[in-house]
Structures are given as C-alpha cells and as structure tokens.
C-alpha cells in the first residue's frame, strides 16, 4: 500500500515511517524540517519539503495514497503557552488542511496523532476515552479541536479519522536539545552534559510512558483495523505509571530537587480497553528495558 506520514522526519513520525517500509509498504513523508530531521527518513522512503499550511501543496502529493498519518505539529505544552498564535495555526488550520486534502485526494482513512494532555486534571485514573476533556493548554485545546474535525468528518462527509491519545513517548531519536523536551530526554541530555538532574517537586509524580516502537505499531493497527470506522477516539499509553524518582535512578547521576511547578499534573496512566478491543494492541516493551534502549542509543551508561 501507499502510505502519507506527515512529520516523518520527526521522533514518532521517522519510526513509523521505518515500521511501514519494514512491511513492504510505499511511503512518502510530508516534513517541512521545522523540527525533523532529514537524517531521519528512511532511504526507502520519498521526502517531500512540504509545510501542511499550505494546503495546495499537500493535495497533490496526497493523490493515489490509501492512507495517511498525520503526527506533523509544533508539539509540547509550553511552546504553546509561549506562543499560542503559531501552534494554534500548524495544530489547527494544517490539521484541518491534513484532512481535508486527504478526503478531496481520495484517501480511505486518516489516523491522527492526538494527546494525553487533553485529558486535562482529572479526578480518577485510569484516564478513560469517555471522560470529558479539560485542556489547559492551547497545545491541549488544539489537538483536542482536531478530535472534533475527524467527528465531524465522519458526521458530514463519512470520511474515517481515527484519533490516538499518545501518552508520554520515549525511544531512540527522541529530542535532547530543546529545553522543552520530555523529562526523558532533559534527564539524559543533564547527564551527558555533567549536570545534575533537576526535579520539580518530590519526584513521586508519575507517567504512564510509551515506547516509540509500540507506538508505531498501534499507528499501523488503527489504519488497518476493520473494527474501527471513523471518528473513534483511542489511547496509546501504558497503564501503570513510573515516578520521575525511579527515571533519574535509571538514568543515574546527581539529583537537584526545586519547588513545584504551578500547573503539573501529578499523575497519568491509560485505560487501555479499547486499544485492545478495536486495535488488538497494548504495548511490549518493559519500561525499564526501554530506556535502557535510549540510554545505549544515546552513548549513556
């Protein structure tokens, strides 16, 4: 099959986009290298420099694919509280260009790459698709109004989207350089640097995390499975959490411990029943044996 990975350059994306060739597939990236990397692609695959506001280009390049993923976004919550106008225009408007190319191309379905931070604070865990989403992020708002595009557009045009609440991905090529990366990757770039690891809070807080590997498999899952048919909602996560204590443990090295930071949720881990039930997916990968992965990745030991 022919298959669209926007931000295929990207962490998630370039895995995904390497599980597909690995299948046998024909895949075409669609990154404007804002954050990608052109390192990232698969050699098997086509890359083209296409940024997904410009919705004239996309439609050409979306003709003749069966399926598209889209994952390309300015992601992370404090990017998006820095500068909301931006995010809101990728995250949103190219969102919507995404879909909207992708129906008029004639593609049979779309899976979307949604958050965990949709959820927002709430009251119980497991976090359930059925709870009613609290953003309290514009980051979180966007994708949660992408969610509301792929409803719509099983409501109005009987085009299939499917939406995966990503939980807290780390693996190989995860992002060390932004100061908004993950606490995964500012742990491992502390370490590498000599620095000691900063930990907001008690460190008690807790994440339920996904392996990047497991995360493209339950990409491919969604495009492929017959028991889903538009506009479901499915999270990708894992459900038991590990406290940013046992991360810096596993990461080893000094800790510097700082107040509280306003706004942090405290602790997050998936409901896991209708991946398992719709997709025929839950993850493989052991936390521990994960980042243990990342840290041979990254020359940390």
């Known amino acids: 099959m022919r298959f669209i990975v926007t931000g295929g350059a990207g962490f998630i994306g370039s895995h995904l986009t390497d599980a597909l060739v690995a299948q046998g597939h024909d895949v075409v990236v669609v990154d404007n290298l804002y954050a990608g990397k052109k390192e990232n692609v698969n050699r098997k695959a086509k890359l083209e420099k296409v940024d997904i506001r410009r919705y004239e280009k996309l439609?050409?390049?979306f003709r003749g694919a069966d399926g598209v993923f889209h994952l390309a976004a300015i992601p992370r919550v404090p990017v998006s509280v820095i500068n909301p106008l931006?995010?809101?225009e990728v995250n949103i408007q190219g969102t919507l260009n995404v879909f909207w190319a992708a129906k008029n191309a004639g593609v049979k379905r779309?899976?979307?790459?949604s958050s965990s931070s949709v959820y927002g604070n709430q009251k119980t865990l497991p976090l359930v698709e059925t709870m009613t989403p609290k953003p309290v992020s514009p980051y979180a708002l966007q994708k949660h109004v992408g969610e509301e595009f792929a409803r719509l557009f099983k409501e109005?045009?009987?085009f299939p989207v499917i939406s995966l609440r990503f939980f807290n991905v780390y693996g190989p090529r995860v992002d060390l350089s932004s100061e908004y990366s993950l606490v995964i990757g500012k742990f491992l770039k502390q370490r590498m640097d000599g620095k000691p690891l900063t930990i907001f809070g008690d460190g008690e807080q807790s994440r339920g995390f996904s392996y990047v590997t497991d995360?493209?498999?339950a990409n491919?899952?969604?495009m492929m499975s017959r028991k889903v048919s538009g506009a479901e909602v499915i999270n990708v996560g894992s459900t038991s959490g590990v406290t940013v204590n046992r991360i810096a443990e596993l990461i080893g090295g000094e800790r510097q411990y700082f107040p509280p930071r306003a706004g942090d949720i405290l602790h997050t881990k998936a409901d896991l029943t209708k991946a398992k039930e719709l997709l025929g997916w839950e993850p493989k990968v052991d936390f521990d044996a994960g980042l243990l992965k990342v840290k041979e990745y990254f020359g940390v030991k």
């Open 59 to 61: 439609l050409p390049v």
């Open 86 to 88: 931006e995010t809101t």
């Open 110 to 113: 779309v899976v979307y790459a």
């Open 156 to 158: 109005l045009y009987d």
């Open 215 to 217: 995360v493209a498999a």
């Open 220 to 222: 491919i899952a969604a």
